[in-house]
C-alpha cells in the first residue's frame, strides 16, 4: 500500500467530508490529578458507536495560507485521512482536526500524517503543538501519547452544551519542542 502525505490541492476539497472519522467507544478515560501531574487510568464502559457531527468547515480557507494548512494522505487516488492545523495564539501550532478514515486505520497513516505536521510547526518555529480530545475517544489519546504529546488538562464543561455530549470532558495534550 502505497501512502503519501501532501498539502491539500483544491481538487482534494470535496472529498474531505467522505473521511469515515466514526469510532467505538468501549472504555474512558478517567483523569486525575497527583502532586501537579495528569494521570489517567482507563474503564471500560458498555460500548456504543461514536460519530462527530459533520463541521461546516471552509476547507479552501486553508489552501495557500501562511499560518494554516491541511496535510491528506492519499491511498490509491483516494484521501484516507487529514490533518488540519493552525498557528494559535499562544505560540503553538494547534490540531484542529485529525482524521483516519476507518477503512485504513491500522496502517501508520495517523503517524505519517503527524509528522508531516511536526514538519510544518517546526518550521512555523512554534514551541509545539497542542490537541484537544475527548475522554471517550481513548484510542486517540492513546495515539497522542505514543506520538509524544503529554497530557497536560481537562475540561469537564467544554461539551455541556451539545445536550448529546453532557458526560464528555475535554482533554488537552502537548508536544513540546523545546523539552
Known sequence: ???????????DVGELD????????????????????FGYRIVPVLPYSKRYPSESVDYAAYLDQPDRIIFVAVVEESIAGLIRLARSWNGFAAIEDLAVDAKHRRREIGRRLMLRACEWALQLGVR????????????????????????????????????????EAAVFWYLMFDA
Do not use: P, W
Not at 1 to 11: D, T
Not at 18 to 37: K, N, P, W
Not at 146 to 154: I, P, Y
Open 128 to 167: 509545539g503543538i497542542s490537541a484537544e480530545t475527548q475522554t471517550n475517544n481513548v484510542a486517540a489519546c492513546q495515539f497522542y501519547e505514543c506520538c509524544g504529546f503529554e497530557l497536560s488538562g481537562f475540561d469537564r464543561r467544554f461539551y455541556a452544551g451539545l445536550s448529546s455530549q453532557k458526560a
Open 18 to 37: 467522505r473521511i469515515d472519522g466514526g469510532f467505538l467507544v468501549d472504555s474512558e478515560l478517567v483523569v486525575s490529578i497527583t502532586d501537579g501531574a
Open 1 to 11: 500500500m502505497s501512502v503519501v502525505i501532501r498539502v491539500l490541492s483544491v481538487h
